[in-house]
């Protein structure tokens, strides 16, 4: 039983000394606070809970009274919710019914019968909305994402980042200056949208470009809102889009299988591409894998021992350096090796790092290629990855086994939830083998 756990008449309280950090937002050095309730069990099990609530309170206050505008916000929003109330402006608390008002006022504890300043800003809307302004916002943002990117590389984290930033930059264009993100409405929602509409008709821009940065506003305005907590936030950008009834549909063309038969593993065809390069685009053609799936490949994900050789695709965790995000968890998988992926890896057990988070094997490659008259016109190295998709559907491999072994999600495919055991490595290795491409001597 904790020491602190007192019994008066037949109701448990709770009694601790106040913690000499807290004592400019606690000025009573003794806490006492009913558990209501006469069963010590009971009591023993609240002990914990109401005291933390009192701890995660006081740092909440400290964080508000030592911050800018924006942490004494989200500390008043953080304290509301303690007390189990959404925060809400003084003017929505105000149109509240007066039962729930009175229950706010109920709710804000005092100090010798004086409201706590903190607590009336938390429950009855004194805190204003931080001053945080578009300038900033992709900062803030990263920073309330940060546990979700904590697999990004810092390569990662620049491409991230810049879409939003250029979404930023275009909608401070379009107003002819910067704003607080909490003045941006439908008016200016619309303002962002006639300014890119005028870019996409100079043909500056194309339709899905303008789209992406509207996405990318509405995006960051929730997340701010939801960090924010707000009970009904404003959705601004809901509705706004540019439609192109003349755009065609955007398809990555499939490189042809004739001309990697033929000309691709044709002898002398890489001689002028370097080793890396040249063994990635054979990872690629036997595995169907994203290119930066292999290119960011650490030495741990090559498993070339044992019975089913095969690289494991998987987030990676570590320093800024190391760290590598994969496109989504459908994206984790084992990826078997055989024949000229095979024959590639155990070349470079120790992955690729000419190449690794640097994003520049695709420009590499695609010159290379031209250059020797060896792509046709209009398809890019990305499209091996869909050859590798026609070549299992050619050879009658299901849908479903399919996507497992290209990282799909199934149940999209399926229209439904995915039951069963996933496919075994052996059998990822059986289908593989099925259709892998003979291996010329001078790829061996």
Do not use: C
């Not at 409405?185 to 940065?213: F, P």
């Amino acid at each position: 039983m904790p020491a602190n756990l007192i019994l008066r008449g037949r109701t448990w309280y709770l009694k601790r000394r106040v913690p000499g950090r807290f004592r400019d937002v606690e000025p009573r050095p003794v806490i006492w606070e009913s558990l209501k309730t006469d069963s010590k069990t009971v009591a023993e099990q609240k002990f914990d809970r109401v005291w933390t609530a009192y701890l995660e309170a006081w740092e909440a206050k400290l964080e508000g009274r030592d911050g800018d505008a924006e942490a004494q916000f989200r500390a008043a929003r953080h304290l509301a919710g303690m007390r189990g109330f959404a925060f809400l402006s003084a003017a929505k608390v105000a149109a509240l019914p007066l039962a729930e008002v009175l229950a706010r006022v109920e709710a804000v504890r005092t100090r010798d019968d004086v409201p706590d300043p903190d607590e009336a800003a938390a429950l009855l809307g004194g805190a204003e909305d931080p001053g945080l302004m578009l300038s900033a916002l992709v900062a803030r943002v990263e920073e309330i994402a940060r546990h979700e990117n904590r697999f990004k590389s810092s390569q990662q984290m620049r491409l991230w980042r810049n879409p939003l930033l250029r979404a930023v930059r275009t909608l401070i264009e379009a107003l002819g200056e910067d704003r607080p993100v909490v003045r941006i409405t439908q008016v200016e929602a619309r303002v962002h949208r006639k300014w890119l509409m005028e870019r996409v008709a100079r043909g500056e821009i194309s339709a899905a470009t303008a789209n992406k940065d509207f996405n990318y506003m509405a995006g960051m305005l929730r997340r701010i809102y939801e960090d924010l907590d707000h009970a009904d936030p404003p959705r601004p950008y809901a509705g706004v889009s540019i439609r192109d009834r003349h755009a065609e549909p955007s398809r990555k063309m499939e490189v042809p299988v004739e001309v990697i038969r033929d000309q691709w593993l044709a002898a002398g065809a890489f001689d002028g591409l370097n080793a890396e390069a040249r063994d990635v685009l054979l990872i690629s053609l036997e595995t169907g894998a994203r290119q930066s799936e292999i290119t960011d490949l650490p030495a741990s994900a090559f498993r070339l021992e044992g019975a089913v050789p095969h690289l494991v695709i998987a987030n990676e965790d570590g320093a800024a350096e190391d760290r590598r995000e994969i496109k989504n968890r459908h994206s984790a998988r084992h990826v078997p090796l055989v024949g000229l992926a095979l024959a590639a890896a155990r070349r470079h057990p120790q992955g690729f790092p000419r190449y690794r988070h640097k994003r520049s094997y695709s420009a590499a490659v695609n010159k290379y290629l031209r250059e020797n008259g060896l792509l046709p016109e209009g398809v890019t190295i990305g499209g091996t990855r869909h050859t590798w998709e026609s070549r299992l559907k050619a050879a009658g491999i299901p849908t479903d086994d399919r996507g497992e072994i290209m990282g799909h999600s199934v149940g999209a495919r399926r229209g439904r939830e995915v039951y069963g055991d996933a496919m075994t490595l052996e059998r990822r290795r059986d289908i593989v083998a099925s259709i892998a491409y003979a291996v010329p001597e001078h790829l061996a």
